[in-house]
């Protein structure tokens, strides 16, 4: 679960590095307040969820097993642990 959510936070960060990756290249000021308008922070929020989204519901579509099959949880066997297993 924390990779999912580190996956998702990773996701969300990627509008913002690009765009101090373009101040430092057009050696603008990284870090200077004028380089950070409010509307291009609102661009940057806006297409860093749209990004969000739709990570969230590749994850949804594109992992996990099959909706139609049958999940045997882990159990022991002759002494020895079978790990769960979608079926």
């Not at 590095?17 to 004028?34: D, I």
């Not at 749209?50 to 909706?67: D, E, M």
């Not at 066997?77 to 790990?83: A, D, K, S, T």
């Amino acid at each position: 679960m924390i990779r999912t959510a580190l996956t998702e936070i990773g996701i969300f960060l990627i509008p913002f590095v690009v765009y101090a990756l373009f101040l430092a290249a057009t050696r603008s000021g990284l870090f200077v307040q004028s380089s950070w308008p409010v509307t291009v922070v609102a661009r940057l929020l806006l297409s860093a969820m749209v990004l969000v989204i739709a990570g969230l519901i590749g994850l949804a579509h594109f992992s996990g097993a099959p909706p139609d099959s049958t999940y045997v949880p882990a159990h022991i066997e002759n002494g020895r642990l079978v790990p769960g297993v979608e079926r």
